[in-house]
């Protein structure tokens, strides 16, 4: 059914677009990295436009080829019993009597006669519904549009006797004496062939008055006309009536005679309704909000709502209805919760306050035959607002259409996921509003950090620091302006491995950077700095469902350094200027920390394999994309592609540096060979080929200070470039920076 593949599908994308937050809280920089929100929903603004999600046709067929699981979900043992009411309808009896009859009625439990209410004619409370017993033998889904999944399924069912009686107690049919009493069966094996084909059309809209979040709707039920009546197609595809044997139950035997035709369509629609009914009711199982504790429903501003308890359960089990329209209020299909961003980046950014996250199926939704692609709104709001950041008004973004993803596929996908610009910039300026770019490094994260990695730069302070000048403790603290924001590129690379044209470059422009140090037992500043930073950002797919982002060239990665005080020392600005870009790479590792790899894990039994990753849609036809987009193949968790294999060989003086250029000596290894760096646990280079000497270089502006540092190298075949190595660990030892002139 469609309810599982909604499931699955909407799980990938807090996976996928999240995939850091479920990577630290399954054991990562933070235990549990989304908490429920205290009032227990998200109050910030949405964007119509945070992400989009496609199945194409392959990958349909993927999740055809697992239809019994699926079943089983939907309708453990494969069964769904749909209770058949009692209900009062009228027909055209011998084309001339217009007769009201009272279907299924049954009375109360166990009864037989009209005292306790079977075949009395009326439709009360002593009337039991029938329970129908269908079994789903198998399901076929596929995409149709503009906004609907179809899902063809083949069933069997048996009614057992249903209960049918005149209102009238006086019956023309029976002479005017009686009321015409029938027992009616359907069993679909009782005639050739011995099978029902339904088509279940479920309608993918979003309720306006609550955020645009998606809403599921029977939109259409075929198959359950009878078979030979205006509008019924061929068999399986209809109700037989040569399934149906019609017994009587009273002293009147009109019910065997000829003509009761219409009888028969009046029943079958009866059935046809009840089983419309219980698939909108599984649907609203699925797509309605559960209340909560004590009955607590949502509201969106004047728009307000109520728990409508169930009967078997009270509140905890009932759905929260729109107290205007009577309709439930659609449940999250995705992630809302809220982030302890403190806890993700450690002590580096303990006063940052938390932020609320929501990401969530709706905004839009578009089907045809080639595949389905389901919008996302999202958003991100601080709770409070943080003094360390000077107050902004959040970005206007305007809306955009979901992404046609096929349009830019690297070849045949299953399923393609994209997360808009816009979204990212929403989320950044959130956290820069919470303070989560409130940055400091010090003597306890980087314990080389002390004034002796400044002497060589600035002699004066010295002359500054206590008793050991050459052990004096500093302090770094970083102090955004402005939010960062994000663009997103082409994301590929050139043919030596490096970064050619960014997947994601963030700028962050006026950030400020305060050193201070330890004097006479205060913490005094010592100069404070302002740059503009770019970071040009790539994504590595390794061993098939690992994500890894990597770093692009620094140089000139920090610009427009400007010196905003530095009175307590003698030196010139220009001096100050040059030691900028190494202090802001001492944050590197607490970044990379917030922003780790990730594995893409399972997903209700399916596993995505990575193809690709890359801009969507470009804006104007430039280099900037709209969207982020990532390609997968849907596969079995069996399916392996790829796994990590041992860590590289080399000698333990193979890395070396000079100025800010740090050399790997590879040797003669395979010129199929590439390796990626990093240092201090910061982020990951790109994989970079070696030279024809063997040779293997990187630039990082951390390198200048001369502290030592832990040097991690992989390697991977270009041969097979998804089969990543496991890192190996070598030890670069401190040396005495070159004094500025």
Known sequence: MPFGLRSDAMRWWSVLLAGWLVSCASGGGCTGCLDPI??????????????????????FDVINADAPKILQRFAPGQQLTVPLGCSISSTN???????????????????????????????????????????????????????????????????????????????????????????????????????????????????????????????????????????????????????LVITAEGSCQTCTAAGWDPVKVLLMDQIGKALQDAL?????????????????????????????AANDGGTASGHCKDVMTGQCVPAIFGAEGRMNVSALLGASSSTATPIDVSFAAGGATAADSKGFTQGFVGGARSVAFNACVPAEQ??????????????????????????????????????????????????????????????????SLGLLADEQPSNGPLHIVLRPTHAPTLSVGEGTFDAMGKIDKPLLTLDWNDVEVDVYAMVYEHWTRLFTMSADITLPFGLQIENCTHITPVLGDLKNAITDVKALNSEMLAEDVSALEGLVPSLITLVEPLLASGLPGFDIPEAEGYQLHLLAAKGVEAIGGGATFNHLGLYAQL?????????????????????????????????????????????????????????????????HPKLALGLGHVVEVRERDDREPLQVSLPRSLTLAPQQPQRQQ
């Open 635 to 699: 596969k079995k968790p069996t399916d392996r592609c790829a796994s990590p294999s041992g860590p590289p060989m080399f000698a333990p003086d193979a890395v070396s540096r000079d100025g800010e250029q740090l050399t790997l000596r590879v040797g003669a290894q395979s010129p199929s060979k590439s390796y990626s760096m990093r240092l201090d646990r910061g982020f990951w280079s790109s994989f970079q080929k070696a030279t024809t000497a063997g040779v293997v270089t990187f630039t």
């Open 93 to 243: 009896l011998l084309n001339f009597i217009n007769l009201g009859f009272a279907i299924a009625d049954q009375g109360e439990a166990g009864c037989t006669q009209e005292s306790c209410g079977q075949l009395d004619g009326k439709c009360d409370a002593k009337d039991v519904p029938v329970n129908i017993p269908m079994t789903f033998n198998a399901m076929h889904v596929n995409p149709k549009g503009p906004n609907q999944l179809e899902v063809t399924l083949d069933l069997t069912f048996s009614t057992g006797k249903i209960m049918i009686s005149t209102t009238a107690r006086n019956s023309p049919l029976c002479l005017f004496t009686n009321p015409a009493k029938c027992g009616i069966d359907f069993d679909s094996s009782r005639a050739a062939p011995n099978n029902n084909q339904m088509k279940l059309g479920v309608q993918f809209t979003v309720d306006t008055r609550w955020g645009k979040l998606l809403k599921l709707q029977v939109a259409s039920l075929g198959g359950i006309k009878v078979c030979g009546t205006q509008g019924a197609e061929p068999k399986p595809a209809c109700l037989d009536s040569a399934d």
């Open 394 to 459: 959040i970005p206007v973004f305007a809306p955009l259409a979901l992404p046609l993803l096929d349009a830019q596929a690297p070849g045949t996908y299953d399923v393609g996921v994209t997360l808009s610009q816009q979204f990212l910039n929403h989320a950044l300026f959130a956290a820069q509003q919470s303070g989560v770019f409130c940055l400091e490094a010090g003597h306890e994260t980087v314990a080389q950090l002390e004034t002796s990695v400044l002497a060589a730069f600035l002699p």
């Open 280 to 308: 909108q009711g599984a649907l609203d199982d699925l797509n309605c909000r559960a209340c909560g504790p004590a009955g607590a429903c949502p509201q969106n501003g004047a728009t307000t709502s109520q728990c409508d």
């Open 38 to 59: 205290p009032n227990g929903q998200y109050t910030g603004e949405r964007l119509d436009s945070a992400a989009a999600m496609r199945i194409t046709a392959s990958g």
